[in-house]
């Protein structure tokens, strides 16, 4: 079985021209200030750092310093001296500051325990003309990467139902629930737009039964001992209907959003 690192960096590469979009419709240019907010291993903080120049400055932050020490690591390695990584909560940004020209989270705002909260902290980081460039998913009918593996999961082992209130990587899956909780926090949404994002690929469905053992391990650690082989099977069968030419390649619908603030929190 590949490792935690190795499908990070498969999804790094995949989801490169997404990373891409968010930083076009974020509108950086050279000399901008920058907080990525559940920065993780740094994307895409690293590419935004590029992006603002020597004259511009990132800050990514994410509670996880294990994974902040992967981003400072290939900070390093690319010759990046404008980007920090620092741990810190994603309900007190402000802490950090108020004069971001523009903040950035791609799929970590659907995980905080209170988005509200978190959103109002972003609010007040932004500088007045400043704007919210954030990634959710869609609902879980189409986002395969986490439905497929927890469709074939519930017949083996028993799961909470899905709750829209609680955190969840399908939390923001609808632009309803988007705007009732950016308005919360003083944001206006300006733009929502969709895009079709994959996550994971190889030759062959067993690719899939791989990477939900080493990043989706909630789901694999559910089922009991003795169902395991039929959990695998079961879960090759339905991985298969994926395939897209040679090729398996699992992912699902993001939602890009963009906002400003109306009132300061």
Same mark, same amino acid.
């Given at each position: 079985?590949?490792? $935690?690192?190795? =499908?990070? #960096?498969?999804?790094?590469?995949? @989801?490169?021209?997404? @990373? %891409? ?20 291993? /740094? #994307? ?9 120049? $020597? ?17 400072? @690591? ?18 007190? !940004? +402000?802490?950090? /500051?108020? +004069?971001? +020209? ?12 209170? &988005? ?18 954030? $990634? ?19 017949? =083996? ?6 709750? &829209? ?6 939390? *923001? ?9 950016? @308005? ?7 733009? !929502? %737009? ?7 690929? /190889? &030759? ?14 909630? *789901?694999?650690?559910?089922?009991? #001992? ?25 992912? /699902? ?13």
């Amino acid at each position: 079985m590949r490792s $935690a690192e190795f =499908y990070d #960096e498969l999804e790094t590469r995949l @989801s490169a021209p997404f @990373s %891409e979009r968010m930083i076009a419709v974020a509108k950086l240019a050279p000399g901008m200030r920058v907080l990525d907010v559940a920065s993780g291993r /740094g #994307e895409p903080a690293l590419r935004i750092a590029r992006r603002v120049g $020597a004259s511009g400055s990132v800050l990514g932050v994410d509670l996880a310093e294990p994974r902040l020490a992967i981003a400072r @690591s290939r900070a390093t390695t690319e010759g990046l001296h404008n980007v920090r990584f620092v741990v810190g909560d994603a309900e007190n !940004v +402000d802490a950090f /500051g108020s +004069d971001f +020209d523009v903040v950035t989270s791609r799929w970590g705002l659907m995980y905080v325990a209170s &988005p509200v909260k978190a959103l109002s902290s972003i609010a007040r980081s932004l500088t007045k003309d400043g704007v919210l460039v954030a $990634a959710m998913w869609a609902e879980p009918e189409r986002v395969a990467w986490w439905s497929l593996p927890r469709r074939v999961t519930e017949k =083996y082992a028993p799961l909470a139902p899905f709750d &829209p209130e609680r955190p969840g990587p399908c939390r *923001f899956g609808t632009k309803e629930r988007i705007e009732r909780d950016f @308005s919360l926090a003083g944001l206006s949404v300006t733009h !929502v %737009e969709e895009h079709e994002v994959p996550i994971v690929e /190889g &030759p062959d469905a067993s690719v899939v039964v791989d990477w939900v053992r080493a990043v989706m391990t909630s *789901f694999a650690d559910a089922v009991p #001992e003795g169902k395991r082989s039929a959990w695998e099977a079961d879960l090759l069968h339905e991985a298969e209907s994926y395939r897209s030419g040679d090729r398996i390649v699992v992912g /699902g619908t993001s939602l890009l959003v963009v906002a400003t603030c109306y009132r300061r929190p």
